[in-house]
Each structure stands twice: as structure tokens, then as C-alpha cells.
């Protein structure tokens, strides 16, 4: 025990940590630049949040040649994962770090997933060319990950048409938001199955199809009046 006037050695041992460096690609082969990449521990000690918050770096951004680099890193189970604008979240693989030891050459590939097309109109069917539109999974208390899509995401601007088209997404539910001056800010959700879905919104109408690639751009949709319930479409889900 501490006590005045009284002096202690304290000995404090430095132990090596770990590399963890690769490049994210796009499906060409391509370097992604601006694509974050985080290494999570797939176990988490309460009592070393600490001092994992304090010495282990998770995330990075790559750099213009594509390249990510996390050093040092403590020694744990951790999993890679990908997220860029314009690609669906990609999970790497998990890594068992010991200390000194070193992981080099990883590549990470950015699949551009599914997209969703389709327009922003308002009430009388009329193009809402200053709108925005983004998707992510939809907000959930059970799923952390379904919470941080959101917050990855970035907001669409619509054409002149009002037509938008935004890549990145895998098969599943998802939550569209619409939103523009002077309008009510709407939500959707959909399944991403490939299906089409329309229907009124607050003020305003949403109207999108989930493609994938070589899918032909949509052509102006035909106006649903807000009063109207939208028309069933053969073989949507609910």
C-alpha cells in the first residue's frame, strides 16, 4: 500500500502487437479509395474496454492506391469489414493476432451489390428534381449493425426527373427516406428481392425498383394519386 513519504517500483512490461495491412479492390481489380475498413474484436472484456478504446485503432480509411493498415494491434480475435459509398458492407476475414505477429496482403473486394432506381415525385405526379433519397436497413433495438448502416450511408440527389439510383445493397429489408424543402420527410420499407414497389407517401410519392447489374434505367413513372392506394403488382411480397 501507498503511504507517505514511501517509494515502489513499478514495473510495466511493453508487449509487441500485431500488423493487419491489405488493399481494398473493386470487382476489376481496381484499387477503392475512401472506403473504411474496421478490425473489431469477435470478443469483447468489459474490463479491458479501457484499454481497448486507448491502444487498439479499428478503423481506417484507404488511401488513393486502396491500402488500409492497423498497427499495433493487442492480441485478440478480430474480424475485417468493408464499407464504402457505392458498395454493399462486405465482411473480411476473422484473424487470430498474436503479439509481433504480422498480416500482410489481405485484399478486401468491394461488390457493388444491388442498386435502387427509381423516382421522387410529388402529389400531382410531377418530378421533384431537388430531392434526396437514402437507404440503409432499417433501424432496429436489436441489431447494432442495423443502427450504424444508417450513419454509413450517404444521402442521394435526384436528377432533374426526379430519377435516382443508389448501389450497395445486399438481399433483405431495407428503409427508404425521402426528403425536400417544403415537404415531409417519408419513409418506405421494401425487401430487396428484385420486386417493384409504389405508393403515396406524406405530400409526396416514392417510387423505386431494386436492380442489379445490366438492368435497364427505368422509364418516368405513371402518377398515383396520393388518395390512392398504390396498385398490387404480381408477385410482390407484402
Known sequence: ALAPGS???????????????GVVVDMDGEPVSAARVELMPTKIDISQLDVMSR?????????????????PVS????QLSLTAMGYKPVKGPVLEVEPASAFEGLELVADPGLSIAGFVVDTLGEPVPHAQVMAAL?????????NQD??????????EEGRYEIPGYGEGKLRVWARAEGYVQSTADVAATGG????????????FLLTGPGSQPLSPPT????????ATVPGDGP
Open 7 to 21: 517509494v515502489h517500483d513499478v514495473q510495466l512490461t511493453l508487449v509487441p502487437g500485431g500488423l493487419v495491412q
Open 55 to 71: 491502444a487498439r485503432k479499428t478503423r481506417d480509411f484507404t488511401r488513393a492506391d486502396g491500402s488500409f493498415r492497423f498497427s
Open 75 to 78: 492480441a485478440g480475435e478480430y
Open 138 to 146: 432499417p433501424p432496429s433495438l436489436m441489431s447494432m449493425q442495423a
Open 150 to 159: 444508417r450513419d454509413r450511408r450517404s444521402w442521394y440527389d435526384v436528377d
Open 196 to 207: 417493384r414497389l409504389a405508393g403515396p407517401l406524406a405530400k409526396g410519392m416514392l417510387d
Open 223 to 230: 402518377t398515383v394519386p396520393a388518395t390512392t392506394p398504390p
